[in-house]
């Protein structure tokens, strides 16, 4: 896999599928990205896999903060001008999804990560599709340029789930106890509405380095 | 106490002095009103209550989460232009605090609030001192200009346990699992990160209101 520490150009940006914050955080680091010259380093890991180590629970678990996220998912929808639907099957098994994209990694090389997790994010954010089936992981993979039965037949591979999991505790091991964790050097952002302060963090760091 | 319901041209601002994050959001408040044009209404409530009534824990429970949030909240203030200095005695029981608020507020009206409020934050997350004594709490009361004493003789009057309750269960009738709590109508907004989209959604009921 890729180094586990970054530098201040780059950006690490953990995720799983099955995170409507990181869908959101997903649409908007491209853009994150040219405003401020950044790498991003996409990393897929098991966000379940993240809360148990560290003892957390997904939010949606008290039933007040469920209610509210799903109007603060469209408010940032409309704030960003992404479609957004609520997944009918959320909370998702993203476990063969994430799989999926470590396997991609590993066949495809680092640059396959990004745009083959667009196509699974916006397949169960937007389109509502089960993307822990393997049926579909193959589909999407083939749609987004790379060899979907070569990526489905490695979804339960030693290397495959070992990949994932080196991830998932490198992530741990970094600080991350949530999705997206997005990290600057050793500084963790924790959330797509932490995007902001990630950019004014990398801003801050360049002026210091003019100085 | 003030109405349970608020139109589009008011703010609810649901906040325990104890909160690191309803302190940040404090010190925007008054930034938020001028550029919407908005009223805010400062509604003390007891955040461990809250936490109680949804099944909702704090979030410096997990290590890894307060790890985090020390330096958020550092980046947070560097963004806003604010003092912050994590109080050696977070966290606090507010208990008291909160009675002290809603104790000025019936003492002396609603415009009282929010003065000794903020009195009251910056004595915790800047000062450090223990703002859930009775001496400290009168002494900053005198100074937001209140009678510190009558607030103090009030702390444990059946009226004041009564006006905190009441507006703990309205917070959590609305909606509210955690602070800060910020409402528009029925729309929750929580957390001082989600300030942008509470002015985004303001902004956009006046162009609607305007068609």
Redesign the interface.
């Known amino acids: 896999m890729s180094n586990t520490t970054s530098g201040n150009d780059t950006i690490d940006f953990y995720f799983d599928i099955g995170s409507p914050y990181a869908y959101m955080a997903a649409t908007q680091l491209e853009g994150v990205a040219q405003r401020t010259g950044m790498a991003v380093r996409w990393k897929p890991f098991l966000l379940g896999a993240v809360f148990k180590a560290?003892?957390?629970t997904m939010p949606a678990q008290?039933?007040?903060?469920a209610?509210?996220m799903f109007?603060?998912l469209t408010?940032?929808s409309?704030?960003y001008g992404v479609p957004f639907k609520l997944s009918s099957r959320f909370p998702l098994n993203t476990l063969k999804t994430q799989r999926a994209l470590v396997a991609a990694q590993r066949i495809a090389g680092d640059a396959a990560v990004a745009p083959f997790a667009r196509a699974l994010f916006h397949a169960y954010w937007v389109d509502d599709l089960d993307v822990s089936e393997p049926a579909v992981i193959e589909e999407l993979a083939g749609k987004a340029g790379l060899d979907g039965a070569a990526i489905a037949a490695a979804l339960d591979a030693p290397e495959t789930k070992d990949a994932l999991r080196a991830l998932t505790e490198e992530a741990?091991a970094r600080?991350?106890?949530?999705a997206p964790a997005l990290f600057v050097g050793g500084?963790?952002f924790?959330?797509n509405?932490?995007l902001?302060?990630l950019e004014?963090?990398v801003r801050?760091i360049r002026e210091g380095e003019k100085r």
């Open positions: 560290v003892g957390n008290i039933q007040a903060k209610r509210w109007s603060d408010m940032w409309e704030h741990v600080g991350a106890f949530g500084q963790l924790w959330g509405d932490r902001p302060l004014a963090h801050r």
